[in-house]
């Protein structure tokens, strides 16, 4: 794996932020960064990479910032106007996860509340909590003995997996109440290779819902997908209100309720 004999050795003047905005674009752009290309929905076919690619990160960031200053880098309005691609997004929360965990202690608490949707947060965090105000794909892969609450994950155009009329996916969802006349599908990836740890999610969002050509509404669901064979060991738990709507589906797929959520996580 190669490494980057000029890391970023000087503080700018405008403090901490800046300086971990620099070497986080120092690092990303590097020519010598092993290969790193996301795919929303084949995001399987690249874990590899995406493992690889936190080695890289982990290995040659700075290793003194403190918590605190990982989490006002997370929550800056200052990226929102820089990643423009999920791509560039899933490579910030492999960045991120790699400076928290480098620094977290067993036990400690993390709160990470971002302006924009995040790919990869959580990576590989162990024996500790984590607090998002906002998560997208695939969090907390590779986590041990954690808890990972989420107050809102966003879902784009990107996740689209499936668009029919309605009635073509009732026999799928067998006792799901269809109330629109199309029906479209988000493939929603939480966190692969978890060891007993638990994912609580209190809200699922979409981003730029349209209304399918030829129908007068559509309805869209959030596809949950989590590696079901190690549901008893790895939870996932939605709020009350999201999992009440479609009861039998969610239960089908081990997804649980979640009785405390509902209220906010991040103010």
Not at 69 to 74: K, R, T
Not at 82 to 103: M, P, T, Y
Not at 215 to 221: G, V
Request: proline share 3%; charged share 25%; aromatic share 12%.
């Amino acid at each position: 794996m190669a490494s980057i004999d000029n890391k970023v050795t000087e503080k700018p003047k405008n403090g901490r932020l800046e300086e971990i905005i620099s070497d986080f674009y120092k690092l990303t752009n590097n020519e010598s960064a092993p290969a790193f290309n996301y795919n929303t929905l084949n995001y399987l076919n690249n874990k590899s990479e995406a493992e690889e690619y936190y080695r890289y990160l982990h290995k040659n960031l700075n290793a003194d910032y403190s918590l605190s200053d990982i989490e006002e880098f997370a929550g800056s309005a200052e990226l929102d106007k820089l990643l423009d691609d999920e791509e560039k997004r899933s490579k910030l929360g492999l960045f991120i996860s790699a400076a928290v965990n480098q620094v977290i202690k067993n036990g400690e608490k993390v709160s990470i509340n971002p302006k924009i949707p995040i790919n990869y947060l959580c990576y590989k965090l162990k024996d500790a909590e984590a607090h998002l105000g906002l998560g997208s794909n695939l969090i907390g892969c590779y986590t041990e003995n954690s808890k990972i609450y989420i107050d809102n994950v966003l879902v784009t155009g990107k996740n689209i997996a499936a668009k029919a009329p309605s009635e073509v996916f009732y026999s799928v969802f067998d006792g799901y109440v269809m109330s629109s006349n199309a029906m479209v599908l988000y493939h929603l990836g939480l966190g692969y290779d978890r060891k007993n740890s638990k994912i609580y999610i209190r809200d699922i969002y979409y981003q730029h819902p349209v209304t399918e050509p030829g129908y007068k509404s559509a309805e869209y669901i959030a596809v949950i997908d989590y590696d079901m064979k190690k549901k008893n060991e790895n939870q996932v738990f939605l709020s009350k209100n999201f999992y009440n709507q479609h009861p039998l589906r969610l239960r089908m797929n081990g997804i649980k309720k979640w009785k405390d959520g509902g209220s906010k996580i991040i103010s």
